[in-house]
């Protein structure tokens, strides 16, 4: 098996099934010797930042000496991007050898297992093998079916941001998708919440209580004096002084004081993190495909936001960093997203919209969405290609202009590729 039959074997349609429950993962971990036992995990929850979150905490404990995993979904550029050792993705040869151990398991058993349930337990095996001491595991879907959900009571649980967002699986209401990511938080755990919505905190809360965990909220407040610039969010976070983020969504400061809480609760326990240690760690992060600058003359960002609430807060960005322009957006989703919320919230910052079809089975055709973005009575055109959307909207914009990619993590690698090809011609 090479690489790409690796990645063919991972990604084969015969995964692609939505069943609930965790007992296929189980049953895929324990034929591997349950290698999830012998790690230690920071597990992350929630609708919008918990990528970003994840990307922090794991960058200061690498910052602070721990040998550190992270394991994220989905990947932006490089399907090996998804299993992480200090900052270093999964080798090729490394995700061969693993895809090779774990095929037979897997074949084997009578229930089918998913996609991501093969890529958990990959990833779970991996990072076992480098002798991580610690894991930041981002959830894929939900929190309680999830299948990263299979490990013990984790060092700590984080729930980020909470919105409206895979309601087919999670519930149309606000109070049924927090239920589903409060499935996270175990018995005698640490759990820390992004906070602010009073109906989602109090789930927590009885989750909490009935799990007999510890509840922390994060605290919005120590955060003052913030000056965005496009080169990095600076902002005053007590008791650490300035601190600085390269990532520029003007919701990054609430992230990292999620971020900062936890770290002080892995402190708490015995963890050897100095304030040096967080204020490196968040400066020297990096996670594209959010709010990425890809280039200028026309500024062009890439943002992966992909629900109302995420849409919501691309379009504050927006008009914190070009508040006296109007903006060409190149939109691209998934079939089952809620586009006309979505775009409710850019539709009055936007001069005109380029539709195009993400590189993925579930996306919902360009021509379709054309149509639903027609009702705004903004120009809207077509893009044949992603690489034909892009090229419309750089010209659209003009050099004075803005552009800003959005809708999906799926076509981000995509619009970068379009993007840094057209520019290099």
């Not at 993705?89 to 058993?109: F, G, N």
């Not at 076992?128 to 984790?154: A, H, M, W, Y």
């Not at 409206?164 to 938080?185: C, N, P, Q, R, V």
């Not at 006296?324 to 997203?337: P, R, T």
Request: with cysteine; glycine share 10%; charged share 25%.
């Amino acid at each position: 098996m090479n690489y790409e039959e690796a990645l063919e074997y991972i990604h084969n349609i015969k995964w692609r099934v939505m069943k609930v429950g965790l007992s296929r993962t189980r049953t895929l971990l324990a034929a591997l010797g349950n290698p999830e036992k012998q790690l230690k995990f920071v597990h992350v929850a929630g609708t919008n930042g918990k990528g970003s979150t994840s990307a922090y905490i794991a960058n200061v404990l690498r910052k602070a000496g721990y040998k550190t995993g992270l394991f994220i979904s989905p990947y932006i550029i490089r399907f090996n991007e998804r299993m992480q050792v200090d900052g270093e993705y999964i080798s090729d040869d490394e995700l061969v050898q693993l895809t090779e151990e774990i095929r037979p398991l897997a074949d084997a058993m009578t229930e089918t297992p998913s996609e991501f349930e093969i890529v958990t337990a990959i990833g779970m095996r991996y990072f076992q093998r480098k002798k991580c001491d610690i894991v930041v595991l981002e959830v894929g879907l939900g929190g309680e079916f999830d299948s990263t959900n299979v490990i013990d009571t984790p060092e700590a649980a984080v729930i980020t941001a909470i919105g409206f967002d895979h309601m087919k699986e999670l519930g149309d209401s606000i109070t049924d998708i927090a239920g589903a990511k409060a499935g996270i938080i175990k018995s005698d755990g640490d759990v820390i919440i992004y906070g602010g919505e009073p109906e989602v905190e109090d789930v927590f809360e009885r989750k909490c209580a009935d799990a007999g965990a510890r509840l922390c909220r994060a605290d919005h407040t120590r955060v003052a004096d913030i000056r965005y610039a496009l080169e990095g969010i600076t902002f005053r976070i007590e008791p650490y002084g300035d601190v600085t983020t390269p990532l520029l969504g003007v919701y990054q400061p609430k992230n990292v004081t999620v971020a900062i809480t936890t770290l002080e609760i892995l402190r708490k326990k015995g963890y050897n993190i100095s304030d040096e240690d967080i204020k490196q760690g968040i400066a020297g992060v990096r996670w594209p495909g959010r709010f990425e600058v890809l280039g200028r003359k026309p500024f062009f960002i890439l943002d992966g936001s992909h629900n109302p609430q995420g849409v919501e807060a691309t379009a504050a960005s927006l008009r914190s960093y070009f508040s006296d322009k109007k903006i060409v957006f190149v939109v691209g989703v998934m079939a089952d997203k809620d586009v006309d919320s979505m775009i409710g919230y850019i539709a009055p910052i936007a001069s005109s919209f380029v539709a195009v079809k993400p590189d993925y089975y579930r996306a919902m055709d360009a021509a379709e969405l054309a149509g639903r973005l027609a009702v705004y009575d903004i120009p809207v055109y077509t893009g044949d290609t992603v690489e034909s959307g892009v090229a419309q909207s750089v010209d659209l914009a003009g050099e004075d202009g803005v552009v800003c990619a959005i809708g999906s993590l799926y076509f981000s690698a995509n619009i970068r590729d379009a993007y840094l090809s057209k520019n290099s011609g």
